[in-house]
């Protein structure tokens, strides 16, 4: 039977902040004001690489907006040191943990699969296949385990992506061998064109909590709650208290991709009531009424958007073609005739296009 909880809310719409007793967090000036300005510059990467796509520079984009709270929130709760798995969407946390806004456009202008090295940032390349990074995250918090580090791996997934049976096998594996992996899942109500209602009928949370995970519900789009939630079930993961499972409830403002057009299946007026929950918005308010962001605050985070704007246009107009048969040399350890002969057939219809 299904039973109903409410999120873990420390910030309401209204700016207003309100204590937990299971999740305490020190809310001070200087962690708000890191944790907005790391919101703002993703928002605002977000905006030019739309841009950019629909400009024709990038080939693909899938958006973040509305969802920043629960990938800054959660990232910034983890340490350096700790492993990320994302999917596709995690822009924002890629950007808190140091990833430019060159090395997240390269995969989706199309010059190789990856932009950084995942051993630099302990964040790993993007995985496009739905949960496919879920068993991943689990094997590599095995071997941590096994090293006897005190590493927090973490996997960041959709709703969506809940539903395929990598998940499932993810969780089970996670429960029965006790490995120190935290799955974060951002609920944002629909896969691609399916409301979560039609996914399932049992809360994820509740879904996981079956498997023997420790879960957690929380409003993901309140980024104290979301820092504090994760603060919190990260040094029970690190403790040795097993796999844990986060639940945050946010919402995909703009279309799965630049590819969808989301006002075929869902109201305007279902996008305008979560706009109104905006995390950008709420956060302001609190710092508004705290009087913890002055004008100089306002105008050198301005700035910095702006720079980051620029800097993003600039290094996705300078990334260069590559040069596609070298992909050639890359199949084997040893090339054989076979193979020779498909990269001369391959370089020749290139020579067969006018520049």
């Keep these: 039977m299904e039973v109903r909880v409410q999120p873990v809310q420390l910030l309401d719409a209204q700016g207003n902040l309100r204590s937990h007793p299971d999740y305490p967090l020190d809310v001070t000036p200087e962690l708000c004001r ?3 300005r790391h919101m703002k510059l993703a928002r605002r990467l977000d905006e030019e690489a739309l841009a950019l796509q629909r400009q024709g520079e990038l080939g693909l984009w899938l958006q ?4 920043e709270a629960a990938q800054v929130g959660s990232i910034s709760a983890l340490r350096p040191t700790d492993y990320v798995f994302p999917s596709y969407r995690e822009h924002a946390a890629a950007m808190v943990r140091g990833i430019t806004p060159t090395e997240l456009l390269v995969q989706w202008r199309g010059n190789q699969h990856s932009g950084w090295s995942a051993k630099r940032y302990n964040f790993h390349i ?5 949960a496919a990074q879920l068993p991943h995250a689990v094997g590599y918090a095995m071997g941590a385990q096994r090293d006897g580090t005190d590493e927090v791996v973490t996997a ?4 969506g992506a809940s539903s395929e049976g990598d998940a499932s096998e993810a969780f089970n594996w996670a429960a029965t061998t006790a490995a120190p992996v935290l799955f974060f899942c951002q609920n944002n109500q629909w896969a691609i064109s399916t409301p979560t209602h039609r996914q399932m009928r049992t809360p994820l949370h509740q879904r996981a909590a079956g498997f023997g995970l420790a879960s957690h519900l929380v ?8 820092h504090a939630v994760t603060q919190h079930a990260a040094e029970t993961v690190r403790s040795g208290g097993g796999p844990a499972f986060i639940e945050a409830m946010t919402y995909r403002i703009a279309g799965h991709s630049t590819s969808d057009d989301p006002g075929r299946y869902r109201s305007a007026g279902e996008v305008e009531d979560w706009k109104s929950r905006d995390p950008l918005h709420r956060l302001e308010l609190l710092l ?3 009087g913890w ?9 301005d700035r910095e958007c702006a720079a980051l704007a620029a800097e993003t246009r600039r290094s996705c107009l300078e990334l260069q073609t590559p040069d596609m048969t070298r992909w050639f040399d890359h199949v084997v350890a ?6 020779h002969q498909q990269r001369d057939r391959y370089q020749e219809l290139l020579s067969s296009f006018l520049d």
């Design 34 to 36: 890191t944790l907005y």
């Design 64 to 67: 973040s907006s509305g969802q």
């Design 126 to 130: 993007c995985t496009l296949v739905l």
């Design 156 to 159: 960041y997934f959709g709703d």
């Design 219 to 226: 409003d993901g789009n309140d980024v104290l709650a979301v």
């Design 288 to 290: 508004d009424a705290r």
């Design 293 to 301: 962001m002055d004008a100089d605050f306002r105008d050198s985070l």
């Design 334 to 339: 040893e090339p054989g005739p076979h193979l």
